[in-house]
């Protein structure tokens, strides 16, 4: 089955909060693979990512813990 390109970035954002089947995953493979859209989104989201994790190791643990 075919996969949108707003059900691709759900997929995408899921993945930040938990591991994708392994059908997901493949289904969000396929879809990369022939949407520049999506593929730019997924790269937004790994440097936003990136970005946020370099900030937490910056700042040290969270005082709210």
């Given at each position: 089955m075919k996969l949108t390109c707003?059900?691709?970035s759900h997929l995408l954002s899921q993945g930040e909060d938990?591991?994708?089947?392994?059908g997901e995953?493949?289904?969000?493979?396929?879809?990369?693979?022939i949407?520049?859209?999506?593929t730019n989104f997924s790269r937004?989201?790994?440097?936003l990512r990136k970005a946020?994790?370099?900030?937490?190791?910056?700042?040290?643990p969270d005082p709210r813990s």
């Open positions: 707003k059900e691709a938990r591991r994708l089947a392994l995953r493949i289904r969000l493979r396929l879809h990369l693979g949407c520049d859209a999506c937004q989201v790994q440097t946020l994790q370099a900030l937490r190791e910056r700042s040290g």
